[in-house]
């Protein structure tokens, strides 16, 4: 009966490092990402990742968060699997969306990207990002009505948004209507410091 405590009492101190030092992997890797430290970031990941011991939460975010180093890496294909390793774990995950949405857009593939920014609008209704966002893929797409009208939902968002109106103003410009584009230009230079 000793030696079977002990093996269990073995089996569980070698059991406690391993999710310790995932842990730390997932910690070690948010630190690497904060200083633009991409590919030590992305091996960090994967090591907590590959350890299977990390809680869900943490599963999660070390997912989202080596998207997030691949995609600052170039990788957008790897980016986008992550991002979607996440979706599957939280489907109601906005920022997962527009996230996702940045890497498809990185891609050039615009309706990717608008339909994970629609994702992401549906779910977080008050995103600015998303709507920001998904104006930049309608914009690349020259659908400047819907990139004008998602400026204008983000800057009822944040009011003081500088690139909105300059972007918006861009939209108007190429739609024509240079009244409002030169409206829009002029606050968004003098939003300027």
């Known amino acids: ?28 890797g948010l630190a690497a990402s904060r200083v633009k430290d991409y590919g030590g970031a992305i091996r960090l990941f994967s090591r907590a990742l590959d350890s299977h011991q990390l809680s869900p939460a943490n599963v999660l975010a070390a997912y989202s968060a080596r998207a997030t180093a691949e995609l600052q890496n170039g990788n957008t294909d790897r ?80 009011p003081d948004c500088g690139p909105c109106y300059h972007n918006r103003g861009m939209a108007e410009q190429d739609k024509g209507d240079l009244d409002a584009a030169n409206q829009d230009l002029e606050t968004a230079d003098q939003m300027k410091p």
Do not use: W
Not at 15 to 21: C, G, T, V
Not at 82 to 94: E, M, N, R, S, V
């Open 79 to 158: 980016a986008i699997a992550d991002y979607t390793a996440a979706i599957k774990l939280k489907p109601d995950c906005g920022a997962c969306f527009n996230n996702r949405g940045m890497a498809y857009v990185a891609k050039d593939d615009q309706n990717g990207a608008i339909a994970d920014f629609d994702d992401a609008i549906r779910l977080e209704p008050k995103s600015f990002d998303a709507y920001f966002n998904r104006a930049v893929a309608y914009y690349h797409k020259n659908d400047n009505d819907k990139a004008i009208a998602d400026y204008t939902a983000a800057l009822k968002l944040k």
């Open 1 to 28: 009966m000793k030696r079977v405590a002990a093996i269990a009492i073995l089996l569980l101190a070698a059991a406690l490092p391993a999710h310790a030092d995932a842990t730390a992997d997932l910690s070690a």
